[in-house]
């Protein structure tokens, strides 16, 4: 069990001050923030959690023998067991790298240090109350820059409370941690779940889950319909507000042309669409053979068209392989529409095309030939009439009419 220490003294400071409602001391230790929390006339319920049994055994001896009425204290790990959500989650997590030398897991807290922190942001917003505050306390030996990029990649955001120096080039941090407006406003929508999933030149990916019945007016449901969705949100550094919001009006425009991810709604500064589980094009191609391959380029082709048709530009169709992704279906679903706009001269099935050409040799280590100057002069033509006739050319020069 972890003795009370200078980092224990430390947080205890901001506990009184913090200390509110309903709270949740994680890996109380000896108890010493969950007995400070009790001791505020604002605080209704404390729950101590630790997974250490002896430690909290040695708690609810303490809580019997004092007849301490607003404090609970039971063993789990993290939120194990847990249910509701709190006004205030206390977090002094070990955070020592894992070593030869150390034995104890109430001094490690992985083998790099925040692997444990990292569980522990994860899984918190579902336990955190929307106006609800974390105090964290962690050390400089588990990498600060870490640390807050765990944090906001879980769609948090902190404040540094306090800094203390420590012998042997060590420094603590206390952290107020809350849920960013943008996490709030998704879970107001019902989305649960969400984790970080890639970053993208403007944008934020998150994935998470949310019950797609209550998009169905047509019938009360009896059953939820859980689907994964899609969070793309602007990244902090990116001043490309409006460009989220053009993706979103493109998004509602085309999906009634079968183009595009299923936009579900958007916001200001984010937008939600079904989740596309597949793989980009080209990891794709490498692994399916030469039919398959040919009913995506003409599926793929025949989006374009549509595009053209509606005098719209998509914008990189000539380099797609982060912007279209194969589905489990084997159906080619183009993402990125935030630079989409109407235009007279619009170049989808040109870009295309060009892109095919480039794919020369690896269509050629499928068995598909194809002849790259006969398709770019067919290519200009269909550029100067973008009539179905000249796009039929094109189909048959690469052998797909």
Known sequence: MYEPAEDSYLLQKFVKKYALGRVLDLGTGSGIQALTAITSSNVREVIAVDINIKAVKKLNEEIKEKNLRKIKAFQGDLFENLHGQ????????PYLPQDTGIDDPALYGGKKGWELSERFFKEVSKFLLSDGKILFLFSSLTNKEKIEEIIKNNLLQFKQLARERMPMFEELYVYEVEKTPLLRK???K?????????KGRRGMIYTGVI????YVKTHFPLKKDLIKVAIKAKREDSEALERMQNEAKWLKILNKQGIGPRILFSGEDYLVYKFVEGEFILDWLRQHPKEEIKRVIIQTLKQCLILDQL???????????KHLIVDNNKVPILLDFERCSYTDKPHNVTQFVEFICR??????????DITVSELRNLAKIYKETLSE???????GCVGLS
């Open 86 to 93: 709190f006004n205030l989650i206390i977090f002094n997590p």
């Open 190 to 198: 019902h989305i649960e779940d969400i984790h970080y999933f890639a």
């Open 211 to 214: 019950d797609n019945s209550n």
């Open 359 to 368: 794919l020369k040799d690896e269509l050629k280590n499928k068995g598909w």
């Open 186 to 188: 998704l879970e107001a």
């Open 389 to 395: 006739e000249s796009f039929q050319k094109i189909l």
């Open 311 to 321: 005098k719209v530009n998509k914008e990189e169709m000539h380099h797609p392989q």
